[in-house]
C-alpha cells in the first residue's frame, strides 16, 4: 500500500511543507526565562532560609544577570511577532486557558521583582556607587527592609515561570512531540540546572560553589529521568508520536538531541561536576559552560522539530 | 444555529474554483489561500483510489487556536464561526501552531488570516463564495441544528468523515464519502 498526498494551490510561506512560524528567538527566549527562572528560584530560597550570607553569588551576581536574561528574552519573543504594534493587546485581558496569556502577565510581574531585588543589593554589589537623591535612597532602604517578602513573591512566580516555559509547548495538541505532560516539570528542572549553572560561573566561594553544584547534580540526574520518561511515553504512544519520536530517533535531530543535549549537555557535565565533588581539581566552568549549551540546543531541538510533527490524515 | 460545511468527495473533481473565489472574494494576498485542494492517492496499480478534498478552516466547536489565542483576537461567534480581530491579533503564532489542519497564516500585514466561512456573505444570506462556485456544486452549506436542512439531510443518509478527529477538535466541516 502506497499513499500519496498532492495538495494543489498552496505553498504558504512558513506554513508549507511544514511549520515554520517560531524560530530561533523562541528557543532563546525558553532558554533565557528557563534560566532566570532557576536564578530566582534559587536566590527565594536562600533568603527565605536565611542562608544570605553564605550563596553571596546566588543573591548578588547571579541575580543581575536575571532582569538582563528576562530582558533580553522579551525582546527576542517581542522581534518574531508579526503584529509588534498590538503587543499591548497581551495586557489588556488575562485568558487562563492560554499559557502565553498568562504566562506574559507572570513575565510582566517578575521581571519588575527582580529590578527591584538588584535595585535592593546595588550598593552592596558597588560600594562607590551613590544614588545622589535621597528619594532612591528611601526606596532602598524600603526593598532592603522588604527582602523576604519579595523572596516569598518571587519563589512561586519564578516556578510558574519555569514551568509555563514548557506548558507553552505542551499546550498544542496539535503538535505530537510537545504535546506531554512531562514537558512543563522537564524545563522548570532544566531551568534550575541552567540557573545553578550561572551561579556557579560567577559564585567566588568554595561553600556555595559545592552547594550549588550538589544540587546541581540532583538536577541533571532528574532531568536524565524526566527525559527518558518522556520518549518512554511517546514509545508507548500513537502513531502521531511514534513520528515524532523518530525525528530524534534516527531522524535529522538525532546528533543535535543526543550528542549536544543528552551527552555533552547533562552526562558529561554531570561527571565533571561529581568527579569534582569526589575532590579532582576540574574548572567548575566547564560543566557550567556545557550545561548552559545544553539547555539552549534542548530548547531548540524541541522548538524546531515540534513544529515538523502534525496529526496524519 | 450551527453552521457547517458538507463536501462530497464523491462529486467533487479537484478544479480548485472554490480557491480561486475564496481569493477573489476574500482579497487573499497572492501566494496565499484561506482553502486549498487534497488528492489523496492510495493502493497500488492496478487498485488504486483517489479521492479529492477541498480543505480549509473546520470552525472547530472545540477550537484549540481560541484556546491558546493570548488576547482573544480568535474568537467563535454566532453559528459557530471561528474569526480573528486583526486589531486584537499580537502575530504570535499561537494559533497556527494550535491548528491540526494547519488552516492559519500570518497575513503579510502581520495579522493572523484564515478562512471565515465567509462571514460577511452570511450576514447577507449568502452562501460562502467556494460554495456559490462549485461547478460540480459537490459542496454544500447550513444549519446543523435545523434537522430539515440540506446539510442534516446528507449527514443522516450518507456516509461521512471529519478530518483528525482524533485530536478532539470538533470540526464542523464533514466530508461524504
Given at each position: 500500500?502506497?499513499?500519496?498526498?498532492?495538495?494543489?494551490?498552496?505553498?504558504?510561506?512558513?506554513?508549507?511543507?511544514?511549520?515554520?512560524?517560531?524560530?530561533?528567538?523562541?528557543?532563546?527566549?525558553?532558554?533565557?526565562?528557563?534560566?532566570?527562572?532557576?536564578?530566582?528560584?534559587?536566590a527565594a530560597l536562600v533568603t527565605i532560609l536565611k542562608k544570605e550570607k553564605q550563596f553571596q553569588a546566588t543573591v548578588k551576581q547571579a541575580m543581575l544577570v536575571v532582569p538582563i536574561a528576562l530582558s533580553v528574552g522579551l525582546a527576542a519573543l517581542f522581534y518574531d511577532l508579526t503584529h509588534k504594534l498590538y503587543v499591548w493587546r497581551l495586557y489588556t485581558t488575562i485568558r487562563i486557558e492560554s499559557p502565553m496569556s498568562w504566562g506574559a502577565w507572570v513575565l510582566l510581574i517578575i521581571t519588575f521583582i527582580s529590578i527591584f531585588w538588584v535595585f535592593s543589593y546595588f550598593t552592596e554589589m558597588f560600594p562607590k556607587w551613590d544614588w545622589k537623591y535621597d528619594f532612591i535612597k528611601k526606596w532602598e532602604a524600603f526593598f532592603i527592609k522588604n527582602r523576604k517578602p519579595m523572596a516569598l513573591a518571587m519563589l512561586p512566580l519564578a516556578i510558574i515561570l519555569g514551568v509555563y516555559t514548557g506548558i507553552l509547548l505542551s499546550a498544542f495538541n496539535a503538535r505530537p512531540l510537545w504535546n506531554n505532560a512531562i514537558l512543563g516539570p522537564l524545563f522548570l528542572v532544566s531551568g534550575l540546572s541552567?540557573?545553578?549553572?550561572?551561579?556557579?560561573?560567577?559564585?567566588?566561594?568554595?561553600?556555595?560553589?559545592?552547594?550549588?553544584?550538589?544540587?546541581?547534580?540532583?538536577?541533571?540526574?532528574?532531568?536524565?529521568?524526566?527525559?527518558?520518561?518522556?520518549?518512554?511515553?511517546?514509545?508507548?504512544?500513537?502513531?502521531?508520536?511514534?513520528?515524532?519520536?523518530?525525528?530524534?530517533?534516527?531522524?535529522?535531530?538525532?546528533?543535535?538531541?543526543f550528542v549536544f543535549v543528552v551527552i555533552l549537555g547533562l552526562i558529561f557535565p554531570a561527571l565533571l561536576e561529581g568527579v569534582e565533588l569526589m575532590g579532582y581539581k576540574i574548572p567548575i566552568a566547564i560543566p557550567a559552560i556545557l550545561i548552559l549549551m545544553g539547555g539552549l540546543v534542548f530548547r531548540m531541538v524541541m522548538v524546531e522539530a515540534g513544529q515538523i510533527t502534525r496529526y496524519l490524515y | 444555529m450551527r453552521y457547517a460545511m458538507v463536501i462530497d468527495t464523491l462529486k467533487c473533481v479537484g478544479c480548485s474554483d472554490c480557491?480561486?473565489?475564496?481569493?477573489?472574494?476574500?482579497?487573499?494576498?497572492?501566494?496565499?489561500?484561506?482553502?486549498?485542494?487534497?488528492e489523496t492517492v492510495t493502493g497500488a496499480y492496478p487498485t488504486v483510489e483517489l479521492e479529492l478534498k477541498s480543505e480549509r478552516c473546520n470552525h472547530c466547536d472545540n477550537a484549540p487556536c481560541v484556546r491558546t489565542c493570548?488576547?482573544?483576537?480568535?474568537?467563535?461567534?454566532?453559528?459557530?464561526?471561528?474569526?480573528?480581530?486583526?486589531?486584537?491579533?499580537?502575530?504570535?503564532?499561537?494559533?497556527?501552531?494550535?491548528?491540526?489542519?494547519?488552516?492559519?497564516?500570518?497575513?503579510?500585514?502581520?495579522?493572523?488570516?484564515?478562512?471565515?466561512?465567509?462571514?460577511?456573505?452570511?450576514?447577507?444570506?449568502?452562501?460562502?463564495?467556494?460554495?456559490?462556485?462549485?461547478?460540480?456544486?459537490?459542496?454544500?452549506?447550513?444549519?446543523?441544528?435545523?434537522?430539515?436542512?440540506?446539510?442534516?439531510?446528507?449527514?443522516?443518509?450518507?456516509?461521512?468523515?471529519?478530518?483528525?478527529?482524533?485530536?478532539?477538535?470538533?470540526?464542523?466541516?464533514?466530508?461524504?464519502?
Open positions: 500500500m502506497k499513499e500519496e498526498i498532492f495538495i494543489s494551490g498552496r505553498n504558504i510561506p512558513n506554513i508549507d511543507p511544514s511549520l515554520e512560524v517560531w524560530h530561533f528567538p523562541i528557543s532563546l527566549y525558553l532558554f533565557l526565562g528557563g534560566l532566570a527562572a532557576g536564578i530566582m528560584v534559587f541552567t540557573g545553578a549553572a550561572v551561579i556557579l560561573l560567577l559564585s567566588k566561594h568554595h561553600y556555595e560553589q559545592s552547594m550549588i553544584s550538589k544540587i546541581d547534580l540532583f538536577l541533571i540526574i532528574l532531568e536524565i529521568f524526566l527525559i527518558i520518561h518522556m520518549l518512554m511515553g511517546m514509545y508507548a504512544g500513537s502513531e502521531v508520536q511514534l513520528e515524532a519520536l523518530n525525528l530524534i530517533f534516527g531522524g535529522p535531530y538525532t546528533v543535535m538531541f | 480557491v480561486v473565489a475564496c481569493q477573489t472574494e476574500n482579497n487573499v494576498p497572492e501566494g496565499y489561500c484561506r482553502d486549498w485542494v487534497t493570548p488576547t482573544g483576537a480568535s474568537h467563535i461567534v454566532e453559528g459557530g464561526v471561528v474569526l480573528v480581530t486583526p486589531d486584537e491579533c499580537i502575530g504570535c503564532g499561537a494559533c497556527i501552531e494550535s491548528c491540526p489542519y494547519d488552516a492559519r497564516f500570518q497575513h503579510p500585514e502581520g495579522y493572523v488570516d484564515k478562512c471565515t466561512f465567509c462571514h460577511h456573505r452570511l450576514e447577507k444570506g449568502q452562501l460562502p463564495a467556494c460554495v456559490s462556485v462549485c461547478p460540480t456544486k459537490c459542496m454544500y452549506f447550513g444549519d446543523l441544528d435545523d434537522p430539515k436542512s440540506e446539510v442534516s439531510q446528507l449527514l443522516k443518509t450518507r456516509t461521512q468523515k471529519v478530518l483528525a478527529p482524533e485530536s478532539g477538535t470538533k470540526p464542523n466541516v464533514y466530508y461524504l464519502t
